[in-house]
């Protein structure tokens, strides 16, 4: 529906006053599978951080065994429980189990609480994704 976009966020316990971009994330996400190279994630990602595939799981990856990586497919969870092709959700439910930064039960407190529209619908995707994620 657009260009590549992307996007940075820094989680820390205490202030953070660094602004720049990050060259070397700790944790990546991508949405989509049309985005994934596997050179380009071994250049990036920093060793033993995470990676959460939007993709099949028939995708080899052989060389991400540095890496815990998790794969899902998003787009399908979403469409199943009526979202089209808006994964947000199912992602953050699959980004959740794989890296335990909050609990299950947290994330859809918070997903019932501020979505706008289709909460119910948001909150079955983001546990079925949690549910499904495939470690690998």
Same mark, same amino acid.
């Given at each position: ?75 399908? &969870? =979403?469409?199943?429980?009526? *979202?089209?092709? #808006?994964?947000? /959700?199912?992602?953050?439910? !699959? ?6 930064? &909050? =609990?299950?039960?947290?994330? *859809?407190?918070? #997903?019932?609480? /501020?979505?706008?529209?289709? !909460? ?12 499904? *994620?495939?470690?690998?």
């Amino acid at each position: 529906r657009g260009s590549v976009v992307a996007a940075f966020v820094r989680i820390d316990q205490k202030k953070i006053y660094l602004k720049c971009d990050i060259d070397r994330p700790n944790h990546l996400i991508l949405f989509d599978k049309s985005l994934f190279n596997e050179k380009e994630v071994i250049e990036q990602v920093e060793p033993g951080g995470y990676l959460l595939l939007n993709m099949e799981k028939s995708h080899p990856l052989n060389a991400l065994k540095p890496y815990k990586v998790g794969q899902i497919n998003a787009l399908e &969870i =979403s469409k199943k429980n009526g *979202l089209g092709t #808006i994964v947000n /959700t199912a992602i953050l439910g !699959a980004y959740v189990r794989l890296t335990n930064i &909050i =609990s299950l039960d947290t994330l *859809l407190k918070v #997903i019932s609480e /501020t979505v706008p529209t289709a !909460a119910d619908q948001n909150v079955m995707a983001a546990k079925e994704a949690y549910e499904r *994620l495939s470690v690998v």
